[in-house]
């Protein structure tokens, strides 16, 4: 099954720092390929070097 475009990364991502927003929980931080580093930007993800992350807010 090919999901490019199909959106379903956006819900997946959305849905792990939707549940990582829980109280003593910080960031989400993943590594990704540089083909899906443009994702998790576009959700909120900041750049590291070599690693992207968000910050919860609590």
């Given at each position: 099954?090919?999901?490019?475009?199909?959106?379903?990364?956006?819900k997946?991502?959305?849905?792990?720092?939707?549940?990582?927003?829980?109280?003593?929980?910080?960031?989400?931080?993943?590594?990704?390929?540089?083909?899906?580093?443009?994702?998790?930007?576009?959700?909120?993800?900041?750049?590291?070097?070599?690693?992207?992350?968000?910050?919860?807010?609590?």
């Amino acid at each position: 099954m090919w999901c490019r475009n199909s959106g379903l990364g956006g819900k997946l991502i959305d849905a792990v720092v939707e549940l990582a927003g829980r109280p003593g929980l910080e960031r989400v931080t993943v590594q990704s390929s540089k083909g899906a580093g443009s994702a998790y930007i576009r959700h909120g993800f900041a750049t590291s070097p070599g690693l992207l992350y968000i910050e919860l807010g609590h």
